[in-house]
């Protein structure tokens, strides 16, 4: 019996926390402020996609000039790591071509 009491205690109890919850909620955060924190734009400009490891295979030069951009800091993002993976795979072709006197 005292276990019965206390299921219901801890029950209607519950529903009361979420009741409340439901109408305080737009006390708590009032819908204009939770639409203007939506609503707002991100800081930065976002720039345009990183150029891919295929591009940079048939632009190698390229590849090496974003490499060294890394390295001394002037390049950030994703073109720092398909470059440099262009770099080591148009490097390993050559020295298969080399290898196998192709």
Known sequence: MGQGKTIIIMLVTLVIGFSCGFLLRPVIAPAQQAALAAA?????????????????????????????????????????????????????AERRRRFLGN
């Open 40 to 92: 707002v734009p991100p800081a930065a400009p976002v720039s345009s996609e990183a150029r891919g490891t295929q591009y940079f295979m048939a632009n190698i030069d390229e590849a090496r000039q974003v490499v060294a951009g890394c390295r001394d800091g002037s390049v950030r993002g994703g073109e720092c790591a398909t470059a440099e993976e262009a770099i080591i795979k148009v490097d390993a």
